[in-house]
């Protein structure tokens, strides 16, 4: 194997091999791409469509322990044989770039650093072109290679712009917060309890966390007026709960993560009109929280 810039070849096994090994995890992050389209060429759509959405960068920060902002020195083409799980059509190439800013990452990284990019050539063959281009991209370090790190996602490297990078800068500061919102798992068990009036009533939705931490929604009727909702981070629903602003880390969990319906299981205690209202209410709070707009693969 021929030497790729400043990488050694035993450098670059090292990093190969930490390639062929991800392949294989389940993983645990939110959804990424399961094949390998074109990173760069979505990224530029993406871009051009007025920037990668929040959600779709929110999914990009909370799966990578480095974050950094780069300038792209070289490229350079792998051989197919030399390039494990490649996907049918697409090129593998080294890419080494220098770090311009570090947005995350524990224990630093050197000036320059090298990794792996899996890209699709256009209708003329032709491989997209990078060097000098600057980049955002979200991975995770290589063991035994400190110079080198893993794109969390084969979409990893971003086009930067200010818009993502301050998205990824204030979705990484937020998710650090004391006060960070939990991962939602699922929903629990739903409770109506009517009012004195016809058509008033309040119903209170409890959320499933990953760390166990209460999470629930609230719906409020009263006669003549719209529904108000909110959402808790605690036991106690005080008046001070309020729905989420949109584009925040709060709402991402929710918009995210919940189902359009609200389960059967969670009315399992209720009378048949309490579940009713309750559906209707859990319903109410999807679609005020509005869709999570992911447009990465799944």
């Given at each position: 194997?021929?030497?790729?810039?400043?990488?050694?070849?035993?450098?670059?096994?090292?990093?190969?091999?930490?390639?062929?090994?991800?392949?294989?995890?389940?993983?645990?992050?939110?959804?990424?791409?399961?094949?390998?389209?074109?990173?760069?060429?979505?990224?530029?759509?993406?871009?051009?469509?007025?920037?990668?959405?929040?959600?779709?960068?929110?999914?990009?920060?909370?799966?990578?322990?480095?974050?950094?902002?780069?300038?792209?020195?070289?490229?350079?083409?792998?051989?197919?044989?030399?390039?494990?799980?490649?996907?049918?059509?697409?090129?593998?190439?080294?890419?080494?770039?220098?770090?311009?800013?570090?947005?995350?990452?524990?224990?630093?990284?050197?000036?320059?650093?090298?990794?792996?990019?899996?890209?699709?050539?256009?209708?003329?063959?032709?491989?997209?072109?990078?060097?000098?281009?600057?980049?955002?991209?979200?991975?995770?370090?290589?063991?035994?290679?400190?110079?080198?790190?893993?794109?969390?996602?084969?979409?990893?490297?971003?086009?930067?712009?200010?818009t993502a990078?301050?998205?990824?800068?204030?979705?990484?500061?937020?998710?650090?917060?004391?006060?960070?919102?939990?991962?939602?798992?699922?929903?629990?068990?739903?409770?109506?309890?009517?009012?004195?009036?016809?058509?008033?009533?309040?119903?209170?939705?409890?959320?499933?966390?990953?760390d166990q931490?209460?999470?629930?929604?609230?719906?409020?009727?009263?006669?003549?007026?719209?529904?108000?909702?909110?959402?808790?981070?605690?036991?106690?629903?005080?008046?001070?709960?309020?729905?989420?602003?949109?584009?925040?880390?709060?709402?991402?969990?929710l918009s995210?993560?919940?189902?359009?319906?609200?389960?059967?299981?969670?009315?399992?205690?209720?009378?048949?009109?309490?579940?009713?209202?309750?559906?209707?209410?859990?319903?109410?709070?999807?679609?005020?929280?509005?869709?999570?707009?992911?447009?990465?693969?799944?």
């Open positions: 194997m021929n030497l790729l810039f400043h990488v050694t070849a035993s450098a670059l096994s090292v990093i190969i091999a930490a390639t062929s090994v991800s392949a294989q995890e389940t993983p645990a992050a939110p959804r990424v791409f399961a094949d390998n389209t074109d990173a760069s060429q979505g990224a530029v759509q993406r871009e051009a469509a007025g920037g990668i959405g929040y959600s779709d960068i929110a999914d990009l920060v909370l799966s990578a322990p480095v974050i950094a902002d780069a300038t792209v020195r070289s490229t350079t083409k792998i051989k197919p044989a030399e390039a494990p799980n490649l996907a049918a059509g697409h090129v593998r190439l080294y890419v080494e770039v220098d770090v311009t800013a570090l947005i995350r990452g524990a224990d630093g990284l050197p000036p320059r650093i090298g990794y792996l990019l899996d890209v699709m050539p256009d209708a003329a063959g032709r491989v997209p072109k990078f060097k000098k281009a600057r980049v955002l991209i979200f991975a995770r370090p290589v063991p035994g290679a400190v110079n080198q790190v893993q794109l969390v996602a084969p979409d990893a490297q971003l086009d930067w712009t200010p990078d301050a998205r990824a800068r204030k979705i990484a500061r937020d998710a650090l917060a004391s006060d960070a919102p939990p991962v939602i798992t699922g929903i629990g068990n739903a409770f109506h309890v009517p009012g004195a009036l016809p058509g008033e009533g309040e119903t209170q939705i409890f959320l499933t966390t990953a931490r209460p999470v629930s929604l609230s719906v409020l009727r009263r006669p003549g007026e719209q529904p108000r909702w909110a959402v808790a981070l605690s036991e106690i629903v005080d008046e001070s709960a309020a729905p989420p602003a949109p584009e925040t880390l709060l709402w991402y969990r995210c993560a919940l189902p359009e319906a609200l389960p059967d299981r969670s009315t399992g205690s209720l009378e048949a009109a309490d579940a009713t209202i309750a559906r209707e209410d859990y319903a109410f709070v999807v679609a005020a929280l509005g869709p999570c707009g992911r447009t990465r693969k799944s």
